[in-house]
């Protein structure tokens, strides 16, 4: 039984970073694809991009493109989302969640992360 | 830059049947963009419901059904029950990227 676990909330201010993490448990952590997908506060969700861990290929919206960074590390099965130049829109839920690597089933994330809240705040 | 739609709100009587849809704001929805539904409750992450236009996930029970219906995707609802009562959102797939709807607000009552 696959599990993705998500670090801890962060407080940012506007125009730093911020780092999320996921790790797996269970499964082949390789073997699938890790998508990220956040939620503003009364919003609906959208998509950020995604990453093929046993490849390192990730690709991105093109609303964050040059913004986010999305990265594996296959030692310890572990996808990171990094966002940059924060400003206060940032603030949302980010959720990881597995994702079917073929192009049939790219819209199908069955496992979800519990998600980590993220507020920009000065 | 094409936008996924969703009808912002719905309401259907318990025990009622209800279809959400999902379309594009320029074309039409068909099964190559693999239509996926999610259903989601505050607080919680969203949960599968329907992938690849009409493939239910694990344990979703079979009065949830997707299709395509026109020109867009669609999810129906038959003998909608109080726990029901939930945001929806379908997931079109755009050539490499994914893009969400806005998302539906189901009410039951």
């Known amino acids: 039984q696959v599990q993705l676990v998500q670090s801890g909330a962060e407080v940012k201010k506007p125009g730093s970073s911020v780092k999320v993490s996921c790790k797996a448990s269970g499964g082949t952590f390789s073997s699938y694809t890790i998508s990220w997908v956040r939620q503003a506060p009364g919003q609906g969700l959208e998509w950020m991009g995604r990453?093929?861990?046993?490849?390192?290929?990730?690709n991105y919206a093109q609303k964050f493109q040059g913004r986010v960074t999305i990265t594996a590390d296959k030692s310890t099965s572990t996808a990171y989302m990094e966002l940059s130049s924060l400003r206060s829109e940032d603030t949302a839920v980010y959720y990881c969640?597995?994702?079917?690597?073929?192009?049939?089933?790219?819209?199908?994330?069955?496992?979800w992360g519990q998600g980590t809240t993220v507020t920009v705040s000065s | 830059q094409t936008v996924v739609t969703q009808e912002p709100s719905f309401s259907v009587s318990p025990g009622g049947t209800v279809t959400l849809t999902c379309g594009l704001s320029s074309g039409s929805v068909s099964t190559s963009y693999y239509p996926s539904w999610y259903q989601q409750t505050p607080g919680q992450a969203p949960r599968t419901l329907i992938y690849s236009t009409n493939t239910r996930s694990s344990g979703v029970p079979d009065r949830f059904s997707g299709s395509i219906l026109g020109n867009k995707a669609a999810l129906t609802i038959t003998g909608a029950q109080a726990d029901d009562e939930s945001d929806y959102y379908c997931?079109?797939?755009?050539?490499?990227?994914?893009?969400f709807g806005g998302g539906t607000k189901l009410t039951v009552l």
């Open positions: 969640a597995r994702t079917c690597s073929s192009t049939s089933c790219y819209t199908l994330m069955d496992v």
């Open positions: 990453i093929i861990p046993i490849l390192g290929i990730a």
């Open positions: 997931v079109l797939y755009m050539g490499s990227v994914v893009v």
